[in-house]
């Protein structure tokens, strides 16, 4: 069964502490893995994609990782800030196929 | 901003009325989605629109109806809903096909719908 599961479901932390953020799936045949950031009612917004070639892929203070063996993927946020409280998403493609899979998310929340 | 716009943001709405839900892309892509966000729970993906032609409804009930009159709009007609509809209503849109590997769906901001 294709599916995309995320941990842990909330995390919290403080400002200026770094933290990581777990994805497995089983999603087969595998194209490409995306984290989404989603703040409170509003549209998930992308932070990176990374193919099956791809092991670690960086966009400022995000980091991501993804093992296609163990199929495992991790999001690492450095020196958090108060506005990166919001949920993380993590979404897997099916090769071949459009259909975006995705995970129940994890809900992050900075503290000062 | 996304490139996606949805309105209204916010809907309150009895079970016995009709609304309807839009959303505009101005990013140029081929296909639109609809995804049902409740809480505690992965995107829903609804409906999907390729060439404006509907390609995929995922078992919805047909309280739910889409419209897409063209590429860059999206519809969903409500009415007779229930209270567990619930939920945030986002649309989506991406330039999809070809084998693109690195197609990346872009939402708008959602639509926060309450049945009351």
């Known amino acids: 069964k294709n599916q995309v599961e995320q941990s842990p479901q909330s995390l919290i932390i403080l400002e200026g502490k770094n933290c990581t953020l777990q994805c497995n799936y089983t999603v087969s045949p595998f194209s490409n893995l995306r984290w989404y950031k989603q703040d409170t009612g509003r549209g998930p917004v992308s932070l990176t994609i990374m193919t099956f070639s791809e092991n670690t892929k960086s966009n400022g203070r995000y980091t991501a990782t993804l093992d296609a063996d163990t199929k495992q993927s991790s999001l690492h946020i450095t020196a958090s800030q108060l506005s990166d409280s919001a949920s993380y998403i993590c979404v897997v493609t099916r090769r071949n196929t459009d259909k975006l899979i995705f995970g129940t998310g994890t809900r992050l929340q900075v503290f000062p | 901003e996304t490139g996606v716009t949805q309105t209204p943001r916010h809907l309150v709405m009895g079970m016995t009325n009709k609304k309807s839900l839009k959303c505009e892309q101005h990013?140029?892509?081929?296909?639109m989605y609809w995804y049902k966000q409740s809480a505690k729970k992965p995107l829903e993906l609804m409906f999907v629109y390729s060439l404006e032609e509907r390609v995929e409804n995922n078992s919805v009930p047909s309280r739910f109806s889409p419209e897409c009159p063209n590429s860059s709009h999206l519809f969903l007609h409500l009415h007779t809903l229930q209270p567990e509809d619930s939920a945030l209503y986002l649309c989506?849109?991406?330039?999809?096909?070809?084998?693109?590997?690195?197609?990346?769906?872009?939402f708008g901001q959602g639509t926060r719908l309450t049945v009351v």
């Open positions: 989506a849109s991406s330039q999809a096909g070809g084998g693109r590997v690195n197609t990346e769906a872009f």
């Open positions: 990013l140029g892509h081929n296909a």
